[in-house]
């Protein structure tokens, strides 16, 4: 996970392994996507809020094999666990320069519940919600 998130250029290095003390939890949902033997994506997810969602934190997809339904099939995958699990909703935090996720996000029917802003207009925060149904 670590190594595709490194290649990930839109992500600051190390972004994730500064964190990771935070994912050591029980809740922690970790999957990743693989084609021919090669990790291509991933996805992580913890209970965060306790108010019966579970945080999706951090996903993303190499370069190389995006716009082929990766990230689709892997938020999929963690909302079905996530149900099994017994949470109700999905949070997601994102940015205004992330305009691909923002896509995804709007055309699947996730709700926005609030916003952060930030010094850098792109960076403000954007919180986004989906019920599991
Ligand atoms: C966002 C990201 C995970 C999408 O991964 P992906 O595997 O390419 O996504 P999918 O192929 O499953 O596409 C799903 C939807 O995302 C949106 N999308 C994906 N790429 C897009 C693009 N280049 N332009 C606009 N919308 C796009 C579309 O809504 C698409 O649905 P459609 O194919 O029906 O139009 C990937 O672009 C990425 O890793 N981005 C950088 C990191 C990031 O933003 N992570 C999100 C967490 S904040």
């Not at 021919?36 to 579970?54: L, M, P, Q, R, T």
Request: glycine share 8%; aromatic share 10%; proline share 2%.
């Amino acid at each position: 996970m670590l190594k595709i998130d490194e290649k990930i250029k839109e992500f600051d290095p190390g972004h994730i392994s500064a964190k990771l003390d935070k994912f050591n939890v029980p809740s922690l949902i970790v999957l990743i996507a693989s084609e021919n033997g090669i990790d291509i994506g991933y996805s992580i997810s913890y209970d965060e809020f306790h108010d019966g969602s579970i945080h999706a934190c951090y996903g993303g997809v190499l370069h190389e094999y995006r716009g082929k339904g990766v990230y689709s099939k892997l938020a999929e995958k963690r909302a079905q666990i996530a149900k099994e699990k017994g949470y109700t909703s999905i949070k997601l935090y994102t940015r205004n320069k992330r305009r691909e996720i923002l896509t995804y996000l709007i055309t699947r029917g996730w709700n926005i519940m609030g916003f952060i802003p930030k010094k850098d207009l792109e960076d403000n925060r954007i919180l986004f919600e989906k019920q599991l149904v």
